[in-house]
């Protein structure tokens, strides 16, 4: 009989926004090894319209893309009562910038280049959290 391993975010729907195909890839890489199920899109608009019809677990969302910047589409993305989780990542390292994006409601915000393994670390701590607060 084989067991198998849990990974930390089996049975988690992510939604990766990024225009740099290498890091959509490897952020899609990195959370497929970790047992996420992935949904990847380029600009501001396909993560809203993504969110709109079947909004996954957790978004991680580049602040600078096509067509509807990060904040545009967090604002759309946020707000509702099923509302991913969304972390941010940025290369700005404007404190206004952070300021705005929580304001919207961003539940992590992480600087560019982020280290994969802190990135899926946050991703982890968000979604446990969410589990934790939904069994209470």
Do not use: W
């Amino acid at each position: 009989m084989m067991t198998s391993t849990r990974h930390r975010l089996d049975d988690v729907r992510v939604l990766i926004v990024d225009d740099d195909r290498d890091v959509l890839e490897s952020i899609d890489a990195a959370f497929r090894a970790e047992g996420a199920q992935t949904l990847l899109a380029s600009d501001g608009n396909k993560a809203v319209d993504l969110c709109r019809d079947d909004p996954p677990d957790l978004v991680v969302l580049d602040m600078m893309l096509p067509g509807r910047s990060g904040f545009l589409a967090l604002e759309r993305i946020k707000g509702r009562e099923d509302s991913p989780l969304v972390i941010m990542v940025t290369a700005n390292e404007g404190k206004r910038h952070q300021a705005y994006a929580e304001s919207l409601g961003v539940d992590g915000y992480l600087l560019k280049p982020v280290p994969l393994e802190k990135l899926l670390d946050a991703a982890v701590a968000l979604i446990d959290a969410r589990d934790a607060d939904e069994d209470d």
